[in-house]
């Protein structure tokens, strides 16, 4: 790259690289979210419906690049995460609109457990004992799921 | 009574001639916070009201009213 076309890229801002760094974890937090639920998903439909083959092949296509995804997430976060002087601090945004984001996800990702922990409350036992190995994976699933997906929503284009 | 906060930092920018990435660079923020906070998705704390009005050399009672509507 010569010094021309370096000039002519802007220098980002730590607001904006916070912005960025952001939405890739959301992005990555929903990923690997699916990848927990898809145990207790698959043991559902396998259960219930005739639809296992086509949830495996499903799961191929989207599994697959998701974790070539993450991959390529985990590495470039931590070497933004070093460039970014306020995020050595664990997760400390400067920016107001990131810190403000980051808060009604969290909500969101506890909600998302105690949402777990009343349907518990309401579904038969059949399926409570189906889904008893799959606890962990289905809690953590979720809250990164909600966590990830409301990150998503609020940075998302259209909402301004 | 129903008390909305509006805003008129669009305007503000219009008129010296800013784009909201410009207005964000300036005082520190992503243009995310701008934009949000241009169509009242999101109530900025006093630290960006004040910023903002400094940067257009005004008050922060000439950027943001209640439009009690």
Do not use: C
């Not at chain 1, 760094?21 to 559902?44: C, D, E, H, M």
């Not at chain 2, 900025?44 to 000439?62: D, G, N, R, Y």
């Amino acid at each position: 790259m010569n010094k021309s076309t370096e000039m002519e890229i802007p220098k980002l801002s730590v607001a904006e690289q916070e912005f960025r760094l952001l939405k890739r974890n959301a992005l990555v937090s929903l990923l690997v979210g699916i990848g927990f639920l898809s145990g207790p998903i698959y043991t559902l439909i396998e259960q219930y419906t005739q639809w296992a083959d086509t949830a495996i092949k499903i799961s191929y296509w989207i599994g697959i690049p998701s974790v070539i995804y993450i991959f390529y997430a985990a590495i470039s976060l931590v070497v933004d995460s070093w460039k970014i002087e306020g995020m050595r601090k664990v997760a400390s945004f400067e920016d107001e609109y990131s810190v403000h984001v980051a808060s009604v996800a969290n909500s969101s990702a506890l909600s998302a457990v105690l949402l777990i922990g009343l349907i518990s409350n309401f579904v038969t036992d059949e399926i409570l004992t189906l889904l008893g190995s799959y606890m962990f994976e289905l809690i953590f699933g979720s809250v990164l799921t909600a966590y990830g997906a409301t990150i998503l929503l609020l940075l998302r284009e259209d909402n301004e | 009574m129903n008390r909305e906060l509006d805003n008129n930092i669009a305007k503000f920018r219009a008129k010296h001639k800013l784009s909201q990435q410009d207005l964000a660079d300036a005082i520190g923020v992503s243009r995310k916070t701008i934009s949000t906070v241009e169509t009242g998705r999101f109530t900025p704390s006093v630290v960006i009201a004040l910023s903002i009005a400094q940067h257009f050399e005004t008050t922060v009672e000439s950027l943001f009213y209640f439009d009690e509507g």
